[in-house]
T-cell receptor, first 117, second 113 residues
Framework: ETGVTQTPRHLVMGMTNKKSLKCEQH?????MYWYKQSAKKPLELMFV???????ENNSVPSRFSPECPNSSHLFLHLHTLQPEDSALYLC????????????????FGAGTRLSVL | DAKTTQPNSMESNEEEPVHLPCNHS???????IHWYRQLPSQGPEYVIH???SNVNNRMASLAIAEDRKSSTLILHRATLRDAAVYYC??????????????FGKGTLLTVNP
């Protein structure tokens, strides 16, 4: 248990569906992240939120829409996905996004395994 | 971020020490060396980090070469639960906000009983 909880753990959706991934952190952190891990590829950073404000959007297609209503919760809204979007989606949090070595240690959830049919 | 090079895979026997190497010949003076690992069906977890001096914690030790162009993660007694992909990552703390963890392919560690 890392203090970062992701739901659901598994999700199967069709290309026309709309679904949301949820992440909750119980660590009192100020920064939260979404990563994508495709088969046989390194983890890719998608979005970064610091104090509920988006500070990074790594050229992610608009069919992925993040939302951070407060510093403890992070959502990834999905719509009209493609089969190539099938991957493990990981959420992480850290104390801060600023330059502070201890504050930058990231704690990851177990991920949501997404399959797009 | 400066690049790191790790072997694709390594094998170890249970209860023996494991030395996981990482080369980072283009490391800058402000780069910290971080190690994370990812167990099967889980997200990555932080292991250890350091700048110049060797570091120890409850999970592992980090030995950093004097010229900082390489480092070694040491697991003193490997267990079956240490089987994972180990990532060596450089983090630049030279200024401004820096939240990025740039993952490579890492080293897949297999631990034999």
């Amino acid at each position: 248990e890392t203090g970062v909880t992701q739901t659901p753990r598994h999700l199967v959706m069709g290309m026309t569906n709309k679904k949301s991934l949820k992440c909750e952190q119980h660590l009192g952190h100020n920064a939260m992240y979404w990563y994508k891990q495709s088969a046989k590829k390194p983890l890719e950073l998608m979005f970064v939120y610091s104090l509920e404000e988006r500070v990074e959007n790594n050229s992610v297609p608009s069919r992925f829409s993040p939302e951070c209503p407060n510093s403890s919760h992070l959502f990834l809204h999905l719509h009209t996905l493609q089969p190539e979007d099938s991957a493990l989606y990981l959420c992480a949090s850290s104390q801060d996004d600023m330059v502070w070595e201890q504050g930058n240690i990231q704690y990851f959830g177990a991920g949501t395994r997404l399959s797009v049919l | 971020d400066a690049k790191t090079t790790q072997p694709n895979s390594m094998e170890s026997n249970e209860e023996e020490p494991v030395h996981l190497p990482c080369n980072h010949s283009t490391i800058s003076g402000t780069d910290y060396i971080h190690w994370y690992r990812q167990l099967p069906s889980q997200g990555p977890e932080y292991v250890i980090h350091g700048l110049t001096s060797n570091v120890n914690n409850r999970m592992a030790s980090l030995a950093i070469a004097e010229d900082r162009k390489s480092s070694t993660l040491i697991l003193h007694r490997a267990t079956l639960r240490d089987a994972a992909v180990y990532y060596c990552i450089l983090r630049d703390y030279s200024g401004g906000s820096n939240y990025k963890l740039t993952f490579g392919k890492g080293t897949l560690l297999t631990v034999n009983p």
